[in-house]
């Protein structure tokens, strides 16, 4: 293919095909994440560092993306989607709901240590229309995209409530629980990022410790 003929695009990138859009929008995302697991910050990301890390012309992003803020927004849902998995994963073969709740919040927090700029990105972002969330009932009137991004949360509910089933908590409302459990892991992974010379106690002693007390598990 010669650089005069219709496959070819600027820069030595060649164009996708007819029905290959997917593709392209595929590698936005991708370089997009690239950009934010090397460089650590959001602020990083602009159409044009996304459109030379892809190897594309800048335009060609708007023909997928309306914006950087829609570009994060799809990077947001597939970070979301992986820490959900990466819980999942990690306790599927456990089938004592104590051991499952406790391994999927050592997971959790993994996750914020080992992808610090997915993490950040997933709960450090400043956005006004961030829905507000005050109960269970209202998770379901939330819009498809943010309804998406809670399942990783409901994910602790659920193990909280199996862990009430079968009368390993005390919990009366596993949700709001699991609330102030996940409001507290987040701190756990945010405190020992920005203050790494205090005399943090073993991650996950104090991660299990956090679990059975919130959760209200029984001795």
Request: some cysteine.
């Amino acid at each position: 293919m010669t650089a005069d003929s219709p496959g070819a695009a600027s820069g030595g990138r060649t164009r996708n095909r007819r029905g290959e859009g997917g593709l392209l929008r595929d590698e936005i995302v991708a370089a997009a994440e690239r950009i934010l697991e090397r460089e650590g910050n959001e602020d990083a990301l602009t159409l044009r560092s996304v459109a030379r890390e892809a190897g594309i012309a800048a335009p060609s992003i708007y023909a997928h993306f309306a914006d950087r803020e829609a570009i994060l927004d799809a990077v947001l849902d597939i970070a979301y989607e992986r820490l959900r998995r990466l819980v999942l994963d990690t306790v599927a073969e456990i089938d004592d709901p104590v051991e499952s709740l406790l391994a999927g919040c050592r997971a959790y927090v993994r996750f914020g240590f080992d992808e610090p700029a997915r993490y950040t990105v997933l709960f450090g972002r400043r956005r006004a229309d961030r829905p507000v969330i005050t109960s269970a009932q209202s998770l379901a009137d939330l819009p498809p995209e943010w309804r998406r991004r809670t399942e990783s949360f409901m994910v602790m509910v659920d193990a909280l409530a199996a862990c009430v089933k079968t009368g390993r908590s005390a919990s009366t409302d596993p949700f709001t629980d699991a609330t102030a459990l996940w409001t507290s892991l987040h701190g756990a992974v945010v405190m020992r990022q920005f203050v790494p010379g205090f005399p943090w106690p073993p991650v996950e002693e104090a991660v299990d410790a956090m679990v059975r007390r919130l959760a209200l598990i029984r001795p």
